[in-house]
């Protein structure tokens, strides 16, 4: 079965753009997690989305936004970017979400860089 | 703050080598999950251990839990360059999410 799907692959964006990213979960996944990786701090969570309601989130400003589609596809969105948003940007899909209930699949993830 | 600490951050052995690396937190985790990243690809879950002092092998990697499931360890036998990658830990936490630790970081050279 197709595994999860990130878009886009590459991003270059400007301070105080916005961007907007795409996640393609599992095919009949229906908890999508999105994490920040940076070299110095790891993977980062951000948030969970679960049956199109954000069931968890991490310690990130508001300026990082998520949602969930009917279809379980998610987006997450990130406004007035900085510098520091530089990353790579990765989501995980699961059947039901939560460690130890099933097992989580990453996508290759969206390497964003703000200049 | 990371939730996991993971030491070494970086490990370089020659071919053959044994390595163990750790995986430790303050706090308990109903449990806790390996996965092994390499450049330009998402992270790969390699095994779940769910039970204090559990014990589980995955041919030359062994991964054990802690008696108070605070802390974890995986131990790779005769390492390959083909092991070489970014080796994360995550625990489970409020039990709807993963926190990661930062990784370490191995390099197997021939």
């Known amino acids: 079965k197709a595994g999860v799907t990130q878009t886009p692959r590459y991003l270059i964006k400007t301070r105080g753009q916005q961007v907007t990213l795409s996640c393609s979960p599992i095919?009949?996944?229906?908890?999508v997690s999105w994490y920040q990786q940076t070299p110095g701090q790891g993977l980062q969570f951000l948030f969970e989305?679960?049956?199109?309601?954000?069931?968890n989130k991490g310690n990130f400003p508001g300026r990082f936004s998520g949602r969930q589609f009917s279809n379980s596809r998610s987006e997450m969105n990130v406004s007035t970017l900085e510098l520091g948003d530089s990353a790579l940007y990765l989501c995980a899909s699961s059947l039901v979400g939560g460690i130890g209930n099933t097992e989580a699949f990453f996508g290759q993830g969206t390497r964003l860089t703000v200049v | 703050t990371q939730l996991l600490e993971q030491s070494p951050q970086f490990l370089s052995i020659q071919e053959g080598e044994n390595l163990t690396v750790y995986c430790n937190s303050s706090?308990?985790?109903?449990?806790l999950q390996w996965y092994r990243q390499e450049p330009g690809e998402g992270p790969v879950l390699l095994v779940t251990v769910v039970t204090g002092g559990e014990v589980k092998k995955l041919k030359r990697l062994t991964f054990q839990f802690g008696d108070a499931r605070k802390d974890s360890s995986l131990h790779i036998t005769a390492a390959q360059p083909g092991d070489t990658g970014l080796y994360l830990c995550?625990?489970?936490?409020?039990?709807?999410?993963?926190?990661f630790g930062a990784g370490t970081r191995l390099t197997v050279k021939p």
């Open positions: 706090s308990v985790f109903s449990s």
């Open positions: 995550a625990g489970g936490y409020n039990n709807n999410d993963m926190r």
């Open positions: 989305y679960f049956s199109e309601t954000q069931r």
């Open positions: 095919s009949g996944h229906r908890s």
